[in-house]
């Protein structure tokens, strides 16, 4: 779930016997997979299977924390839930001493900050009961907080709200103005990769309320979202395609020196339609604010925070075992872009009526990379399409191989916790502003299975030529795909296409790590993650016979894949010297 992390104090009654943060180890081996659990759920031994519904206590939640007999408590359906996660460990992705780390214990905090996309049906079987907390120093056991569970640095305080107003633009509308206090742009002007920060939903009138509801969501710099629900007059209706974002410059007042500030003003646009025949100029409000907030973390674990779509297109993709699903959506629904390095939730439901939802990333509409110039409309606010590998056993992926044009799913607002911003601008450190990426010559991408989704928007716009996000129209990409066997790979056709027609531009490896000489084709290794591997495919083109810790500060890397991919990954990043800012992990 997460690393171990620093401590902090606490003042509870110790129980009688003396207590450790030690865990028992486990001998390491393998998990074996979540796509392997959810086959077994679908045996006719685990559907068998009744959930407990005890009521379960601190005390008796924290004798279960050993490898032999694990149990934690987690959320489902609004309630805190404790299952017996002994079985389920062996599974488990990240592998038994992850989950030992919180076992005994209420590990909400541990698990939304890991994967609370995940949805924890997946183990309702494992039910022994609810969980009857008790006040912290008052039970033999008190909830801890574990030092898995806690942050590593203080939360940053929120960010100062923005703020909001309307007003006239002509006889039949109005204007929402949402004004930002401190905004970091791509560059030195606002471009299209900015609109993909904000969305807005419109939730038309119905039988119980004679208003509608309007909700505009921008990811700010830091990760946070600023949201904000307007309950509209009947009389009014928004245009959600009109939402733009906007930059002027205003001049401070002479100091005593005589100096004069230019100061940046970031605004947020959207139109409102008066849709009666009575003048809005003689409107005194639009409406009412249901909520106006900051929040550290998406909504999307909500119901409101869904979105229902039409399959527009469910096609195999040639020679792999994926298929491209594109979806879409009415514009006076929704208007809601996604940002780089984002994901959503897709939500579908299975046989049984239950909601079965999983994370993924969207991909580009021109997979085949056919056009290396700047997209003249580069926003799909009303369509997306979604890459998405198919598994035998998978419980959502076959549900997605039988979806078909004209079919309803789910989808929630977009969610991650990369800047926007990630591609033109480095976090500085010690919490100084972000700074532009002056320096950068090339990209270095590692993707490992289906982690090649975050990969595919980024490499399409780091190669179109004349991109003016980028101060140096010579900077490169090198991306190494990590796949198992041949029948693993997508995209392989059209990547090797692309490095052909872009050779000084695209560095290209295909690395597998179960497969025969004969299979190996265009670009292709046999191998793993490791230090030679990632010499062989970064150390190309511009940086042939350099060592890598002088291209540090030269580079960016992005990593995705499994946990374990993306930690080697990450650390042979820093073996090469290369900082943590310059790092970026997709998680999702």
Not at 223 to 252: E, K, Q
Not at 463 to 479: E, I, K, Q, W
Not at 541 to 565: H, M, N, V, Y
Request: glycine share 6%; hydrophobic share 40%; proline share 9%.
């Amino acid at each position: 779930m997460a690393d171990k992390l620093p401590q902090i104090s606490l003042s509870v009654d110790m129980p009688e016997e003396p207590m450790t943060d030690e865990r028992p180890k486990v001998s390491a081996q393998r998990p074996l997979g979540i796509g392997r659990w959810l086959a077994m759920t679908q045996t006719a031994a685990y559907r068998q299977l009744v959930p407990g519904n005890d009521t379960i206590t601190d005390s008796e939640l924290f004798l279960h924390r050993s490898p032999e007999d694990m149990w934690m408590a987690l959320p489902q359906n609004g309630k805190l839930c404790v299952f017996d996660v002994t079985e389920f460990a062996r599974y488990h992705p990240g592998g038994i001493d992850v989950l030992l780390q919180n076992a005994g214990t209420d590990a909400t905090e541990a698990y939304r900050m890991a994967h609370s996309y995940v949805n924890v049906n997946i183990i309702e079987k494992c039910r022994r009961g609810f969980l009857r907390r008790s006040q912290t120093g008052q039970a033999r056991f008190p909830n801890q907080l574990l030092p898995s569970m806690i942050p590593s640095r203080a939360p940053n305080p929120l960010p100062k709200k923005p703020k909001w107003d309307w007003t006239f633009t002509d006889q039949m509308n109005v204007s929402v103005i949402i004004e930002f206090p401190q905004f970091q742009t791509a560059s030195d002007s606002l471009s299209w990769v900015d609109n993909l920060r904000a969305l807005a939903v419109w939730v038309p009138p119905h039988a119980d309320s004679s208003r509608g509801t309007l909700i505009i969501r921008t990811l700010l710099d830091d990760g946070t979202y600023h949201r904000i629900a307007l309950r509209l007059l009947p009389s009014l209706s928004p245009r959600l395609s009109s939402l733009r974002l906007t930059t002027s410059t205003s001049h401070s007042a002479p100091d005593v020196t005589g100096s004069v500030l230019g100061i940046d003003r970031f605004s947020l646009f959207l139109d409102i339609v008066h849709i009666q025949p009575k003048s809005p100029s003689s409107l005194s409000s639009i409406g009412s604010v249901a909520s106006d907030t900051i929040s550290s973390f998406p909504d999307a674990a909500s119901d409101e925070a869904f979105l229902t779509c039409r399959v527009k297109e469910c096609e195999h993709v040639a020679n792999s075992p994926y298929r491209l699903v594109r979806l879409c959506w009415p514009s006076d629904t929704a208007w809601m872009p996604v940002p780089l390095g984002h994901h959503v939730m897709l939500r579908i439901k299975d046989q049984d009526g239950r909601l079965i939802s999983r994370p993924y990333t969207p991909v580009t509409d021109n997979l085949a990379f056919s056009d290396c110039q700047p997209p003249s409309d580069p926003i799909s606010a009303t369509m997306l399409c979604l890459l998405i590998k198919i598994y035998p056993h998978g419980q959502m992926s076959q549900l997605i191989d039988k979806l078909k044009p004209g079919d309803d799913v789910e989808i929630s607002y977009p969610m991650g916790s990369v800047s926007p911003n990630f591609l033109t601008r480095i976090p500085a450190p010690n919490s100084l502003p972000t700074r532009p990426q002056q320096g950068l010559i090339a990209v270095f991408m590692l993707a490992a299975g289906s982690g090649i989704t975050p990969m595919v928007r980024p490499l399409e716009l780091l190669l179109a030529c004349g991109n003016c996000l980028f101060s140096n129209p010579t900077l490169t990409v090198h991306l190494i795909c990590f796949d198992r066997t041949p029948a693993d790979r997508v995209l392989v056709s059209e990547l090797n296409g692309l490095s052909r027609r872009l050779p000084h531009r695209l560095s290209l490896l295909h690395v597998l790590s179960d497969s025969s000489p004969m299979e190996l084709g265009e670009n292709c290794v046999t191998g793993t993650i490791s230090d030679s591997i990632c010499r062989r495919g970064l150390l190309t083109l511009q940086f042939k016979d350099k060592e890598p810790s002088a291209l540090r500060l030269q580079t960016l890397w992005l990593i995705c894949g499994p946990l374990g991919f993306n930690n080697a990954a990450t650390e042979i990043a820093k073996q090469w010297g290369v900082p943590s800012q310059h790092i970026i992990q997709f998680k999702g």
